[in-house]
């Protein structure tokens, strides 16, 4: 019944920026939890990025992305965004935005049961 549909992805530069959107529809009740950004890479796990609580007053980051990329939300619009700064070639993946079972701000992929189609971040070189 939730769809969630990321946008905004493309190729950029190494030292560019980029920011990705996620509409969630269906069920805006699930804006009023925790969403999350997750990424993977062809032949790798998919990681954790970003969290973000429903109020949108606390988050959590990847060690590799802390500083460099930032989440928030607008529930007003039903949507997640990822603002993503100073990309570098480590960072080609596609994203994927996800929503939460239980509450807090979780790394775990398993911890997450509505999940986008995703869209594809490319940074060359």
């Known amino acids: 019944q939730v769809q969630l549909v990321e946008s905004g992805g493309g190729l950029v530069q190494a030292g560019g920026s980029l920011r990705l959107s996620c509409a969630a529809s269906g069920r805006t009740f699930s804006m009023y939890y925790s969403m999350g950004w997750f990424r993977q890479a062809p032949g790798k796990e998919r990681e954790f990025v970003a969290a973000i609580t429903w109020s949108g007053t606390s988050t959590d980051y990847a060690d590799s992305v802390k500083g460099r990329f930032t989440i928030s939300r607008d529930n007003a619009k039903n949507t997640i965004y990822l603002q993503m700064n100073v990309l570098k070639p480590g960072d080609t993946a596609v994203y994927y935005c996800?929503?939460?079972?239980?509450?807090?701000?979780?790394?775990?992929?398993?911890?997450?049961?509505?999940w986008g189609q995703g869209t594809q971040v490319t940074v060359s070189s």
């Open positions: 996800a929503a939460p079972r239980g509450v807090g701000l979780p790394r775990d992929v398993n911890d997450y049961i509505y």
